[in-house]
């Protein structure tokens, strides 16, 4: 077997050409560092119009809330107004309705106590709310 003459295959005179094996790279968008920083300034960003936001509502409340406070005296004269107009037609009806009944008193505490107690609306006696 020694006597077999071979010929070995051998590259072409300066080489072979360049095998293009590398894939071109990738566009894969920000670095992570850049992402970060986005994210945080769109955070606070987002805080800060919620802070914004905040200071508005507050000083809208407060303003409704003074607003209510003026309301409330003018408010609670119609009610004692209304209340006097009711109490004097309810009692005018008392009178009228107990008018034969023997030991009735008019204006008689009905309560056990010196402290105005409001009386319960009774709707035939017109003390409605």
């Known amino acids: 077997m020694t ?47 919620v802070g914004q936001g905040n200071k508005t509502r507050r000083y809208w409340r407060e303003e409704q809330v003074i607003a209510r406070r003026n309301l409330v005296p003018m408010l609670q004269a119609e009610e004692d107004r209304r209340f006097v107009l009711a109490k004097r037609a309810a009692e005018a009806k008392e009178a009228e309705l107990m008018k034969n009944v023997r030991g009735w008193k008019m204006h008689e505490k009905i ?19």
């Open 3 to 49: 006597s077999i003459p071979y010929k070995q295959d051998m590259p072409p005179q300066g080489g072979f050409a360049d095998v293009p094996f590398r894939k071109p790279k990738a566009v894969r968008g920000l670095s992570g560092a850049a992402l970060f920083a986005i994210g945080t300034v769109t955070m606070f960003g987002g805080l800060f119009i």
């Open 111 to 129: 309560y056990n106590t010196d402290k105005f107690v409001t009386p319960v609306p009774i709707p035939e006696l017109g003390l409605r709310k």
